[in-house]
């Protein structure tokens, strides 16, 4: 009806009622449903109990969380694994609704609204200095994993980097040239720049923090170029060695 009266083709779902909703719900998710969630950002679907004929606000656990998404319109069950336990196979049906959710995973990490957005962004456009700053800020949210090894940063890129499948192939965790490595942006398109992001963490203190953060990122870098990470990646790469002690980092950046 709103698209019929302004003829305008917008999304104007998400500022129902279910948007609000799913905020104060988010506020009430415990440990096991946030990583869920992280899997779901990741992954796209997610393999998990869904209630959806019980209101969440009347019994709080994560199978009714999860049908209030479901019942809202923000995942799509796309297979029934058990139908008698209710598990279901649920995904982010198209590219509006995938919008949303890095808007709504902004909402529950804190985080202001477009900051996932200017990491994606100023990565793609290759530029150093605000992708340094936005990713920092990121690292600010106080209890976001409690950031306590590497697969915490990992994880959490591999998030952000949601929104890029169309023009990237997220290629994470597998074995590349000599190695096995963190994370990859591969360019769909040949014309345009990949990226390969090698994530190293810092457990002890260190009396000059910057430097060891500084050092680890180099060897970061070192690792990309001796494991060949970018094998199989054609036109532009650039490599991204970034070394982390709790929120701290150090983010060296290479063209290949």
């Known amino acids: 009806l709103n698209y019929v009266d302004t ?6 779902w998400v500022n129902t009622s279910a948007n609000s909703m799913i905020k104060t719900a988010l506020k009430q998710a415990n440990y096991t449903f946030k990583n869920q969630y992280d899997k779901l950002i990741k992954d796209g679907k997610l ?36 139908l008698l ?14 919008q949303e959710f890095i808007k709504l995973t902004e909402y529950q990490l804190g985080l202001s609204s477009g900051t996932l957005d ?41 998030g952000v980097c949601l ?4 023009d990237y192939e997220i290629i994470s965790n597998r074995e590349v040239g000599k190695g096995r490595d963190d994370l990859i942006l591969k360019a769909k398109d040949e014309k345009k720049t990949s990226f390969v992001l090698e994530f190293k963490y810092l457990k002890e ?22 494991n060949k990470y970018d094998y199989g990646l054609k036109g532009k790469v650039i490599y991204i060695g970034l070394a982390h002690h709790g929120k701290d980092v150090s983010i060296k950046w290479v063209e290949s």
């Open 7 to 12: 003829k305008e083709l917008t999304s104007y």
């Open 47 to 82: 393999d998990t109990y869904v209630s959806m004929q019980t209101s969440f606000f009347e019994e709080a656990d994560n199978s009714t969380l999860w049908g209030l998404f479901v019942n809202a319109g923000y995942l799509t069950v796309t297979k029934e694994i058990d």
């Open 85 to 98: 336990k209710g598990k279901y196979c649920i995904e982010i049906p198209n590219k509006e609704v995938k």
């Open 118 to 158: 200017t990491v994606t962004e100023s990565l793609t456009k290759e530029d150093q200095e605000t992708f340094l700053e936005s990713y920092q800020e990121i690292l600010m949210v106080p209890s976001y994993h409690d950031l306590q090894k590497e697969n915490s940063y990992h994880m959490m890129m591999l």
């Open 163 to 166: 929104c890029l499948n169309k």
């Open 205 to 226: 203190d260190k009396k000059d923090l910057e430097k060891a953060l500084d050092e680890l990122s180099n060897k970061a870098i070192q690792q990309i170029k001796d």
